[in-house]
């Protein structure tokens, strides 16, 4: 991984290769992004083990792993913590709120070599941020967003992205309204539709209010 190359939307994704702990298959690893190509990955990052808001966002994003892996969706937790961190918090922590070992791989950052790849490491905390990048089946990042330490995240409007990316990929090409769930209709990107969606698209504008759209999420 070249300690000069920066993330970039549309571009190929920076690999890397890290240790890390897998609580599911119960052993230490080694993980390695080139391994997921052909798969959508999401690298879900936080600031530590032990702490507050990470156990909680954790738990969230592991109650939803079913729908994660009906879309084909790999999550990747991150943080600077050690794979022996990793797995102590599984044990004391993490298996009894999910009801079994932890789901996903749990990678370790250290010295936050991937965060700062990708805009998500605080040099001065030395932790990496709340970050959430979402790659496509290509290895080309599709997105990327960072929340300061206090604020948590919903994972569900993290699957909702992902679900609105491979609904693209699937359909030719066409574009995810505002507020876009699944079952909801799509746009068609043609020189006819530009300027023209109030007449075009009425229904999708009108969806794309704060009343609808993804507020319909349960």
């Known amino acids: 991984m070249d300690c000069c190359e920066i993330a970039r939307i549309g571009f190929a994704a920076p690999n890397f ?12 690893d080694t993980f390695s992004l080139a391994n997921y190509k052909g798969k959508y990955v999401i690298l879900f990052f936080y600031p530590g083990d032990f702490t507050y808001v990470c156990p909680t966002e954790l738990v969230s994003v592991a109650s939803i792993k079913d729908k994660f892996a ?5 999550v990747l937790v ?13 044990e004391s922590e993490l298996a009894p709120a999910v009801g079994g070992s932890y789901p ?19 040099e001065e905390g030395g932790v990496d941020l709340r970050g959430v990048v979402i790659i496509d089946k290509k290895g080309i990042v599709q997105s990327i967003s960072v929340n300061a330490a206090p604020l948590g995240r919903n994972p569900k409007e993290i ?18 309204p505002a507020c876009w769930v699944p ?7 043609t020189y006819e539709n530009s300027g023209k969606m109030w007449n075009n698209y009425k229904t999708v504008m009108q969806h794309g209010v704060v009343q609808g759209g993804n507020w319909r999420v349960n």
């Open 183 to 189: 079952g909801d209709d799509v746009i068609d990107p």
């Open 78 to 90: 991150i943080s600077t913590d050690s794979k022996f961190s990793h797995k102590e918090w599984n």
């Open 17 to 28: 290769e890290v240790p890390g702990f897998d609580a599911a298959k119960g052993k230490f």
């Open 70 to 74: 009906e879309a084909g969706v790999q």
């Open 104 to 122: 996903f791989p749990m990678l370790s950052d250290s010295l936050g070599k991937i965060g700062k790849h990708y805009g998500i490491f605080d």
């Open 159 to 176: 699957l909702r992205v992902a679900l609105a990316l491979k609904e693209h990929d699937d359909n030719g090409g066409k574009v995810m």
